[in-house]
């Protein structure tokens, strides 16, 4: 690795100047370089808005390599960064400077209110920045893929290796990954262009990076809080709740000595032999009489052991004597039993007090164990509501349209995301349609935030020039996109976005692609795990199990998430491709109940033969 570059970053800020701590754009800048490991910062200070302060704290940093001023570039009469940056220049570099310009002016309009210069002074280049933090990350974002080659050639260091690979690179041929998708490229600006944004200047590529689905899975999981604690009944609804507390049992199991067998109560003293049949004692009886001694008792599994009693036989290990042809008067014992044998004594089973539920336990089979111990009503996390909103002016619900005309499709991602939703058990809301129109889809959706946890939309992510949501959601609402492209294969424009919801927690978004495919994949491996972690599962992301592939398949130029049907196959998980795999092809879905998790094609590994094994996420049932 080549010798860091020396910086001195210089903020200029009468507000500053007097309190250090207000100084937020100078640590930006700081954490920024630092974070590449290959910047060495060597001055970091704060002067006035004052022309002479700017220019001595430049000319006494000649030696270092790089300066970076934030604060001074705006209209006010106070801001005079450029009038001092200036006349201390040898060599302008408008290059640079159009390069702020440009990445600004694209995310708003009123980056044409900023008066960036930038230029070399002697051997140390000089680039002037926005006070603002936001704008100075977004510039400084802009630039850092050029600053070192500049650095390089200003400092007279080799470039010959950077020209080398820019040959090599140009000779390559076509991959499909656009210019545009590197990461850190300039036109990554991460916000979508003005709604009121004419098609003929619309973008051409899109402002949000490309980020691994690794990066996406984790900023899901850090904005997907655990919801509210709440009593729940216990019934036949609570199994899928998680308990936000331990639950103790109320009452001891058996609350009486109950007997395990059909038989009778007798006297282990009393061994075997012909006793008189004193009394019954079926399970539903709330008390019976005690047991006098040399007689016995006819109990019932389930039955109260009467008082005195101290073991049951069996029915089998009995002879009946004497009876008036209804009842049993007499029965001989014909073996000898052990003391308390075939009895369940009070709290045998669980004591009063006794952990019959553990916090962050997810409510299953236990159901009958709460309700066998008293317990009527359980502290659980609340399930999130999931609401489904399908959008574009093509598209019809299935249920009210007979024939449908050129241009039309019937709605698959509602109905098919609204039964993943129920199936996961999980609250679904049907949102409906809504038109590709902006008043429409604004109205919808702040009708829609105010009934659900979660927001589920299909369409209207991509490139076109009716794709409204993201715009929507970040000009109109406020909100905040943390990722809208996923490098993955179905479901590349996939995005994710939080809604502020003042002093309550936010709402999440997950604005799916519209191609049925896509979205199906993207809700199990990005909105699944989020409902969970809401929901308190302590282990809410999906288990990878390893399957053994039947055949060839081709690797793809982007992790794919390949559609299979498994099964098991002489005690080994196997797995069948479903087809072609396009994202607008809902028959890749028929019977599939796993998704295989390939890698992205390498010039050494093209094809997977038959045979691998394959990491998946079951989806669905075992084939």
Known sequence: ??????????????????????????????????????????????????????????????????????????????DVTPEAVKPLL??????????????????????????????????????????????CQENMEAVLKVLPHALDLLLDRSVKKFHTKMQQSAQSGHTCTHKHDREGDASHTGQSASLDTPVARRLRSSPYPLIQVEKALKIVADHAKLLNVISVPVSQFLPGYVLA????????????????????????????????????????????????????????TGGMVPEGANAVIMVEDTKLIKEDGKEELEVEILVSASLNENIREVGSDCQVGEVVGRKGQRVGSELGTLASVGVRHVKAYRKPRVGVLSSGNEVLDHMHTDVLKPGQIRDTNRITLLAAISAAGFEAVDLGIVDDDVDEILERLEEAVSKVDVLITTGGVSMGEADFMKPILEQKMDATIHFGRVLMKPGKPTTFATIP???????????????????????????????????????????????????????????????????????????????????????????????????????????????????????????
């Not at 390069?99 to 002037?128: C, D, E, Q, V, Y």
């Open 245 to 300: 507390e331990d639950v103790l049992s109320l009452e001891p199991v058996p609350g009486y000595r109950a007997s395990i067998v059909d038989g009778y109560a007798i006297h282990v003293e009393d061994g075997p032999g012909v006793y008189q049949v004193e009394s019954i004692s079926l399970a539903q009886q709330a008390s019976c009489t005690p047991l006098s001694r040399g007689k016995i008792a006819r109990v019932a």
């Open 90 to 135: 040898t060599k302008e570099t408008p290059g640079i400077t159009h390069l702020l310009l440009s990445s600004s002016m694209a995310i708003t309009p009123f980056a044409a209110l900023s008066r960036p210069i930038t230029g070399i002074r002697n051997k140390t280049m000089i680039i002037t920045l926005p006070g603002s933090p936001k704008a």
């Open 501 to 623: 919801q003042g002093k309550r927690a936010s709402k999440l978004v997950f604005a799916l692609p519209g191609n049925p495919v896509s979205a199906t994949v993207a809700f199990h491996l990005f909105v699944l795990p989020a409902l969970r972690r809401m929901s308190g599962w302590e282990n809410p992301d999906h288990s990878l199990i390893p399957v053994k592939i039947q055949h060839d398949i081709e690797l793809d130029s982007r992790p794919e998430y390949h559609r299979v049907s498994v099964r098991i196959e002489h005690g080994l998980l196997v797995a069948t491709s479903t087809g072609k795999q396009q994202s607008s092809r809902m028959m890749s879905m028929v019977e599939a109940n796993g998704l295989l998790q390939l890698p992205m094609r390498t010039p050494e590994e093209i094809v997977l033969p038959k045979g691998t094994s394959v990491p998946c996420i079951l989806i669905g049932n075992l084939a």
């Open 1 to 78: 690795m080549s010798e860091p570059y020396t910086v001195g970053i210089l903020t200029v800020s009468d507000t500053a100047f007097v309190d250090n701590s207000l100084d937020k754009s100078g640590p930006l800048i700081n954490t920024i370089l630092s974070d590449t490991q290959k910047y060495t910062i060597k001055q970091q200070t704060i002067v006035n808005d004052e022309i002479h302060a700017i220019q001595n704290t430049i000319t006494s940093w000649s030696d270092l390599n790089l300066v970076i001023i934030t604060g001074g570039t705006g209209f006010s009469p106070r």
